[in-house]
């Protein structure tokens, strides 16, 4: 194993740590592995740069600026009102419809990106039709994945397509997962809405959180807490500082 090999291990099992351990944004570690591979050696100098300038980074870029344009215009709002009425009570036709949203949305925008935009959306039709989230939450998350097989705007084939270019080779298309990736999609669909939602948890986090608060009022009640317990405000300047 020759040193630059060494160099670029280390640098990765660094990134990783520090990815891991949540203490620096992943958007700056990002950036400075990207900088230690200059001073390294790794590539050189006037190489450091050159992915920003990638058609596959402008696209990952672009379609984040979809993605927060959707969030914030109140697309995700009139998705969640479309799901109520065209869905109503119905557990098996809203699992159907939500993973038509999800799936649909991840055509065109990166999986993570489609997942956020629809998931308030989710959560807005489970409070008004009271289905636990837990029966529609891990089918919207799979159909993200889905749907994003059929066309080029998952992260892993952008950059793909972008290797492929910076080789002097044709890029991929957009549709050219079409026939596999969709035929993939459907039958995980179909697998999802006659078998896989059946294994799911029933279970809502917010009753389980009502569960919790009112389990430790009852303990806050038994040990009289309220009565034993006093609050000293320390002003500034005190010599306590």
Known sequence: MDTQTIILLVILVVAIIVFMS?????????????????????????????????????????????TGGLFRTGVSAVIGRWLVRAGGASEGRMT?????????????????????????????????????PSKL????????????????????????SGVLQSAGLQGLGVFDFAAVGGAAALLGFVYIQFIGRRALPDRSPAAEIVELQQGTAD??????LSQRLSHVLIETGSPLI
């Not at 991840?106 to 308030?120: D, E, K």
Request: aromatic share 4%; glycine share 6%; charged share 10%.
């Open 22 to 66: 949540e203490r620096l944004r992943a958007d700056v570690v990002a950036i400075l592995v990207m900088l230690s591979l200059g001073p390294t050696g790794l590539v050189a100098p006037r190489q450091v740069f050159s992915g920003l300038s990638s058609s596959a980074v402008m696209l990952v870029i672009a379609v984040s600026i979809l």
């Open 137 to 160: 939450l891990m089918p919207m998350a799979l159909a993200t994945h889905l749907g994003g097989m059929a066309t080029l705007f998952t992260t892993a084939s952008i950059v793909s």
């Open 219 to 224: 303990l806050a009640e038994s040990y009289r």
């Open 96 to 132: 159907a419809l939500v993973m038509a949203a999800a799936g649909g949305l991840s055509l065109f925008m990166n999986n993570i990106a489609s997942a956020a935009v629809i998931m308030p959306a989710v959560m807005d039709a489970t409070r008004r039709t009271r289905i636990s």
